[in-house]
């Protein structure tokens, strides 16, 4: 249906502010054998009494039928102004369901659950309007008589002898936290009916006209208890945990599919079967050569019964062949089905056989029980042994016979005149019948050619010559076999080459789905696994496929796959309304848009791509022909988009693992840092503390010089602690992404000399060079952040280098690089603390040379800044001992004329 009294961008902005987390509504429907029973009635009394307890209630559709008693009750509840839809005639009053949403009250109460809405609604059916309503947390009241579930329309018909348009799936009702049944005896009701209370005086008139109404009734309502009975019976069963040793036994029910009007009764018994077994239930479908040829009326019903059969559970299979019993046999034994739901067969014992239909299920699966329905439709044949499709005349298939006929008749002429007998004449237009049945379509050419190549044959090869009458006694005969041998040569040869068609069609099919599975292992991240899905669905249905991702509680932007050949642009299929549409799926988890119930107007079906707890992204599939999609690729897009959702349910659980552990090692830093800080701060406070204490209480003792040492070792120890403190504010500044960078052509000279006058005061104790190859060599860099590496370096290499050591500063151009190295003629660093020297809060076993020991961020913020950069940092032995720390910089151009 298009949206209605909202546009879609009002959608959109509705559909924004409902949670993926939301709660589940619960429903309680008020069930009844009869139309006024009550129903209505008991719903608004006990919504009076919760809402003296407090709860928000609010009445969003109550269908008075001008009873004063329900409009009595109606006084003091909130009720919503119905939706107002203009017809041909008249104006329609529908529930407003945009506007219960946005309302959203604790509870809501809508009558007639079975109601179908008039068009220009959202969904086609009540129902689903209150499914909606569940899902986004609210409470449903609801009213509905056993008329109106599916599987029991059937059943109601036969006694009412009324069929029902306006029906509700089983799935619907079952669903249901709470079922009321409202029961009055029949006699009470029949006096309500003759007061009017219920309908019209003319239509109650006509109803109690019925003589057997009593009987009815009590069938009707013998009928809602047992229902009821088995709805309290389920939900009990599944609040209970079976005993450890209670034993199950699994039933399958298997119910064949056709276009028959029949079949939907059949699909309902064997719904009702699988729910009395509580078994599964699978309903299938037989393709044959016959199935492709399905017009209008055959083809929409045949669409029908596959819906039906969804809508009460099943799950639909497909299997291809000509020989229907053979078929739903071996898939029966296959899938170890227990009992087996067809028809009744209108194809009587034929000539050639002594069995029918069901004697040919019995004879192939005996183990099987095999239920047959009766019904009183006329007989209707699909795809069974002796249905013919009508001949449809082809002018090249035409050509192409009387071709091949002239063909073999000149051959024949040729093998008389070299002398061959006429059994070899015989054999030349068996083969042209072969032949004909294997480059022509249907069965219609090859019967003509096998009778036109008898005729052809006494025509040309039999006395007397040019005429139809035959002189021998064995010629009749001879007619006969080579007609009969024709007509099987050229029926076997179509069933082989129909068997070969459907078995390349489900080669081709399955392969789809094998090279999905394949491709979606290897994608890498989930646009891959989008891309690669929507590909293959373009592959298999031939239709144009758009995609949106789950983003943040909405969906992304659209990726759109157009089929090969498609005249359409993106834009066709991504505007605002269909997005709307993909918005409701994404946060409803339901199927919507072209060929369904909601959101019909749209010009794409869109399912929802969902794991086991979460929609993961949502399909659309250009319906141009607003044509259903067939049961098969129905199924197998199924699977693809299963396949999908495990694929993207893996990459989510791989991200999810990856922030995990990412957030993990970020904790075990946080707790390493101040493990280090608590422990590496002490030493220099404490230092710091004594010096200044002895100070404090002994300046009048000290000489100048002793006063001189302890500032030198406060200072000292304040410069360390300045440094961590730099040194942890920039690692913390990268971490957050926050550090911005300042990049300016410097030269390195004078930012190596900024770094010397920053470097530790022992640096005295130790010779300090400096070598340039060039002296105006410049390069791009945030001088501060190299500045601060340099002081990093060439401080560990005072630190851990004894006084009196050799470090040398060198920069040369490399390349379009400018290559900065500290070296050193320490002891050096161990072969296997090189790989971990960069890593954070690594110190080397190395005894620094005023016993402090480091936190490890110093060498890590280098990496970092220099990577920020665009360069790298190294670490490597100096030549013949030590240590040379070095790193590359972006080299500038200078022209020294400026």
Known sequence: MALHQTDSQSLLEQLATIPLDKKHGRLKIYFGYA???GKTCAMLRDAREVKKDGVDVVAGYIEPHGRPETAALLEGLESLPPLDIPSQTIRLKEFDLDEALRRKPDLMLVDELAHSNAEGCRHKKRYQDVEELLRAGIDVYTTVNVQHIE???????????????????????????????????????????NKGKIYQAEQAQRVLSDPYIKEKLIALREIALRRTADQVNRIATQSCKPAKNHTYFNEHILVCLS???????????????????????????????????????????????????????????????????????EYAKVSKVSKLVIGRSHHSRRWLTKLNFADKLSALAPNIDIYIIPDTQPSFHLGLPGYTRPAKFSLTDSLKTIAILAGCTLVGLWFDS?????????????????????ITKGQLYSVISSVVSVLVFDFVFTEPYFSLRSLGTGYPITF??????????????????????????QAYRTEVLLETSRKLQRAKDQTAILSE??????????????????????????????????QATPMAYTGTDERAVAEWVYKNNKRAGATTNTLSAAKCLYLAVRGKNQVFAVAGIAMDQAT??????????????????????????????KETSLQMQQEQLRANLLRAISHDLRTPLTSISGNAGILRSNAHILSDEQKQGLYTDIYDDAMWLINLVENLLAITRIDNGTLNLNMQPELLEEVIGEALNHINQKSVEHII?????????????????????????????????????????????????????????????AEEAKAKVFDMFFTTETISTDSRRGLGLGLTLCKAIIAAHGGSIYVKNNTPQGTVFGFTLQAEEVNIHE
């Open 533 to 566: 899905t929507a590909q293959q669905m373009v592959k298999l249905l031939d239709q144009t496929v758009v995609f949106y991702a789950a983003q943040q509680n909405t969906v992304s932007e659209p990726l759109v796959f157009l089929k090969e050949g498609s």
């Open 259 to 329: 276009s028959a009007p029949s079949n939907a009764k059949v699909i309902r018994t064997a719904a009702r079967m699988a729910d009395a077994f509580h078994g599964a239930f699978t309903a299938l479908f037989v393709e044959t050569a016959e199935t492709t040829e399905l017009k209008h009326k055959n083809l929409t019903r045949l669409r029908e019964n596959l819906r039906l059969a969804e809508q009460l559970g099943a799950q639909i299979a497909t299997v291809y062949g000509k020989d229907i019993p053979g078929q739903i046999a």
């Open 480 to 505: 006969l076999i080579m007609l009969v041998s024709a007509i099987i040569t050229s029926t076997l040869t179509k069933r082989v080459k129909e068997q070969a068609r459907q078995a390349a069609q």
């Open 151 to 193: 599987s029991l329309n059937d059943v109601v018909a036969a006694i009412t002898g009324v069929t029902v348009r306006e029906r509700i799936p089983d799935s619907a009702f079952d669903s249901a936290a709470q079922i009321e049944v409202v029961d009055i005896e029949p006699e009470e009701l029949l006096e309500r009916l």
């Open 628 to 657: 259903p999609l067939g049961a098969f690729e129905k199924n197998l897009m199924i699977a693809m988009l299963g396949e999908c959702a495990l694929a993207l349910e893996k990459e989510w659980l791989h991200e999810t693992q």
């Open 769 to 829: 060079e400096t070598s340039f190859e060039d002296e105006f060599l410049m390069a791009e860099m945030d001088s501060r952040l190299i500045v601060q590496v340099m002081i990093n370096i060439v401080n560990n290499a005072i630190q851990y280098t004894q006084p009196g050591s050799l470090i040398v500063i060198s920069a040369r151009k490399d390349g379009k690089y400018a290559r900065v190295e500290i070296a050193d003629n320490g002891s050096g660093i």
């Open 35 to 37: 139309a006024g029973v």
């Open 418 to 438: 070299l002398g061959f007998s006429e059994a070899n004449i015989i054999t030349v237009y068996i083969l042209g019948v072969l032949i004909n049945s294997i």
